[in-house]
């Protein structure tokens, strides 16, 4: 590899050779935390936390992002693929349910390297935005056992907006029908972890009343019960520097959230989870500290 097309931006960098791109992001994985994270659906985080590897830089950079102080590329450690082969085994041993990998999607290549032949023993989740493109997501084939996208936007106005992506609900879309068909309906245990499937998440944000009513209409109509899961979230937290989005300033509303909520019960989607909206916060968000990160 020279030119990265990894990501459904394609945007040429020569990441190998100290290249950037739009993930403001080198070749090798940098990760900022590696360690138990409660803040997962409870089927992910179950009652020994799901073991997340927050990796910097990313692919979609949505201006409202919590984890900004890391998605635009600062920070972390770099990591080889034997490190990163070492932080997962570690990371497995302190009881973890799973080890989550956050934002990895324009790491995709060493990612799925050391994946390849690691007998973990707990299943891999690729939790991801969901902006990635169907090829990448073909390298994980085996390798990942849950899929957990983002299903951010279903109309082309607001993912324009606020992540210069207007292709978004096209690109998910297709990531999503590709994951699905990777893993198939989702298998839980009898103790309520998710072992295999696809968990498809959508963020409510405030002022985009229209847009969460289509993307969960989208899952209704792409779906059947008992094939995805589906993850409607009012945790959205406003960050600073958002002036020019002033739609974007407040919490979301407590009344359109469970109008919201109806919807997707009337659009006839039953698997799942619904979050009330004092989940948000900044206390949410995790130290970005190097908390177990192995050097390579």
């Known amino acids: 590899m020279s030119a990265c097309y990894d990501c459904p931006r394609r945007c040429g960098a ?7 791109g739009f993930c403001r992001s080198p070749y090798l994985p940098r990760a900022a935390r590696a360690a138990a994270h409660f803040g997962e659906e409870p089927c992910i985080s179950g009652e020994r936390g799901s073991g997340a590897i927050f990796f910097t830089g990313c692919g979609l950079g949505c201006v409202y992002c919590q984890n900004a102080s890391i998605s635009r590329g600062e920070g972390g450690v ?8 070492e932080t997962m085994l570690r990371l497995r041993d302190t009881g973890v349910h799973n080890i989550n990998l956050v934002t990895g999607s324009h790491f995709v290549r060493p990612i799925a390297e050391a994946l390849s032949g ?3 023993g707990i299943p891999v989740v690729w939790n991801s935005s969901g902006y990635e493109s ?3 997501l073909r390298l994980l084939d085996g390798l990942v056992q849950i899929y957990m ?3 951010k936007y279903a109309l082309s106005a607001p993912a324009g907006r606020y992540s210069a992506a207007p292709d978004y609900p096209q690109v998910a879309a297709a990531a999503i029908r590709e994951m ?12 309520g972890l998710l072992r295999s499937g696809v968990l498809i998440r959508h963020l409510i944000l405030p002022g985009n009343v229209e847009n969460s009513l289509r993307a969960i209409d989208w899952v209704a109509g792409e779906f059947l019960p008992g094939e995805v899961l589906f993850s409607l979230m009012s945790q959205y937290t406003p960050m600073p520097g958002l002036e020019r989005f ?16 109806e919807h997707l019960l009337d659009a006839g ?3 799942g989870y619904y979050q009330d909206p004092d989940s948000s916060g900044e206390e949410a968000i995790p130290d970005f500290d190097g908390t177990g990160v192995v050097f390579s």
């Open 14 to 20: 020569d990441r190998p050779a100290g290249g950037l």
């Open 78 to 85: 770099e990591l080889g693929v034997e490190g990163l082969r």
């Open 118 to 120: 690691l007998d973990l």
């Open 134 to 136: 169907v090829e990448s």
């Open 149 to 151: 996208p983002d299903y």
């Open 180 to 191: 699905f068909r990777q893993r198939g309906p989702f298998d839980m245990s009898e103790d």
């Open 246 to 261: 002033p739609e974007l300033t407040s919490p979301v509303d407590a009344a359109v959230s469970q109008m919201l909520y």
């Open 269 to 271: 989607i039953e698997d």
